[in-house]
């Protein structure tokens, strides 16, 4: 585990001074789940004394979240969001999120991290691959998956997870089978036909929660499925045997991002938020407990976790997905999804 980090040092790099009449309070949705719990263990409490704030806890899946934005957009309730950094995309041009204020953190960050928007900006990279159940195969003495194809493969049928493409992971997992068999982002057909006949007959569940995704893995109804790097490690730092494969074909890459949401005027304790997110101690936290890589340059990790997040060469042979075509097609995607595979 990662050491507790000092409060007061933290305070003094990211505020220079604080000073408050009242208690501010600040709503922040968050994925739920292991994230959730993170943060309200060890990344809110330091937060809120180093503030003299009250952060509530909002959370739900990115599509939860995008939904709350666009019912409240004009009279936002959330402070800040965090997001899949395909959704935050969206987000962003759609107008839900306020430009970041300057600070210096932001000049210690990797490329990869800032949005052209600047809106938001990603808080760790993660990769979407195969997840597979270690207890069964060692004890079918089974070989570990290499392929999203084995995703296919007869043998697991009615043990397999796929997340619905609601989800971040499931819609990179359809373009990811869209491109195997011939197709893209702009041509979307042969990964709807590859997945409809190939991989739905094997599926147990769609369900993209992390929660139950523990559950039936830990049961062992699960053999092996498409998931995330980072859900895969929180998965097994609560004891569930499942490990993570960068597939042959490629993994895809995934940020976890936030952004601080707009309201009619900027909410400066919101981007101290976003900021506070970002500084090395944070950091450290997010990959040692979610398994996602820093971006943030400075950040230091023991070699346990370095162990558990995606490391430079995984990060490199990443493939990226082009968000600006996906987003204008994921209504009609999600339609089709729900007609022809999750029936």
Same mark, same amino acid.
Request: hydrophobic letters at 45%.
């Given at each position: 585990m990662i050491r507790r980090f000092a409060p007061a040092l933290i305070a003094a790099s990211l505020f220079a001074s604080h000073a408050h009449a009242e208690q501010q309070t600040l709503y922040v949705a968050v994925f739920g789940g292991s994230f959730e719990q993170l943060l309200k263990e060890q990344i809110v409490p330091p937060f809120e004394k180093m503030t003299g704030s009250k952060v509530i806890l909002v959370p739900g899946d990115t599509t939860t979240t995008m939904a709350r934005m666009q019912a409240q957009k004009g009279k936002q309730t959330l402070d800040v969001a965090f997001l899949d950094d395909g959704p935050m995309s969206q987000a962003a041009q759609?107008?839900?999120?306020?430009?970041?204020?300057?600070?210096?953190?932001?000049?210690?960050?990797?490329?990869?991290?800032h949005f052209k928007s600047n809106k938001a900006v990603t808080i760790g990279l993660d990769g979407t691959g195969i997840v597979y159940n270690e207890r069964v195969f060692a004890a079918k003495g089974w070989a570990p998956p290499t392929s999203w194809n084995d995703l296919a493969n007869p043998l697991y049928k009615g043990h397999v997870q796929f997340p619905s493409v609601t989800n971040g992971y499931g819609i990179e997992s359809l373009v990811m089978f869209a491109r195997l068999n011939g197709?893209?982002?702009?041509?979307i057909e042969p990964g709807f036909?590859?997945?409809? *006949?190939? =991989? /739905?007959?094997?599926?147990?569940?769609?369900d993209p929660s992390p929660g139950k995704i523990s559950e039936l893995f830990q049961n062992d109804s699960l053999w092996i499925g498409a998931w995330g790097a980072g859900r895969t490690q929180s998965l097994r730092n609560q004891g569930v045997p499942v490990k993570f494969v960068a597939p042959r074909e490629g993994a895809m890459a995934l940020g976890l991002s936030v952004c601080p949401v707009k309201h009619d005027t900027v909410n400066a304790l919101a981007q101290k938020f976003v900021q506070y997110s970002l500084t090395p101690?944070?950091?450290?936290?997010?990959?040692?407990e979610e398994g996602v890589a820093p971006v943030n340059k400075h950040t230091e990790l023991p070699p346990a976790v370095l162990a558990k997040v995606p490391d430079? *060469?995984? =990060? /490199?042979?990443?493939?990226?997905?082009?968000?600006d075509i996906v987003n204008a097609m994921r209504p009609a995607w999600?339609?089709?999804?729900?007609?022809?595979i999750e029936q």
């Amino acid at each position: 585990m990662i050491r507790r980090f000092a409060p007061a040092l933290i305070a003094a790099s990211l505020f220079a001074s604080h000073a408050h009449a009242e208690q501010q309070t600040l709503y922040v949705a968050v994925f739920g789940g292991s994230f959730e719990q993170l943060l309200k263990e060890q990344i809110v409490p330091p937060f809120e004394k180093m503030t003299g704030s009250k952060v509530i806890l909002v959370p739900g899946d990115t599509t939860t979240t995008m939904a709350r934005m666009q019912a409240q957009k004009g009279k936002q309730t959330l402070d800040v969001a965090f997001l899949d950094d395909g959704p935050m995309s969206q987000a962003a041009q759609l107008g839900y999120c306020e430009t970041l204020s300057d600070a210096p953190v932001y000049k210690d960050l990797y490329d990869a991290a800032h949005f052209k928007s600047n809106k938001a900006v990603t808080i760790g990279l993660d990769g979407t691959g195969i997840v597979y159940n270690e207890r069964v195969f060692a004890a079918k003495g089974w070989a570990p998956p290499t392929s999203w194809n084995d995703l296919a493969n007869p043998l697991y049928k009615g043990h397999v997870q796929f997340p619905s493409v609601t989800n971040g992971y499931g819609i990179e997992s359809l373009v990811m089978f869209a491109r195997l068999n011939g197709g893209s982002e702009q041509n979307i057909e042969p990964g709807f036909a590859a997945i409809k *006949a190939s =991989v /739905a007959p094997n599926v147990l569940s769609f369900d993209p929660s992390p929660g139950k995704i523990s559950e039936l893995f830990q049961n062992d109804s699960l053999w092996i499925g498409a998931w995330g790097a980072g859900r895969t490690q929180s998965l097994r730092n609560q004891g569930v045997p499942v490990k993570f494969v960068a597939p042959r074909e490629g993994a895809m890459a995934l940020g976890l991002s936030v952004c601080p949401v707009k309201h009619d005027t900027v909410n400066a304790l919101a981007q101290k938020f976003v900021q506070y997110s970002l500084t090395p101690e944070v950091q450290a936290l997010f990959a040692d407990e979610e398994g996602v890589a820093p971006v943030n340059k400075h950040t230091e990790l023991p070699p346990a976790v370095l162990a558990k997040v995606p490391d430079q *060469a995984t =990060v /490199a042979k990443m493939l990226s997905i082009d968000w600006d075509i996906v987003n204008a097609m994921r209504p009609a995607w999600i339609q089709q999804w729900n007609r022809q595979i999750e029936q």
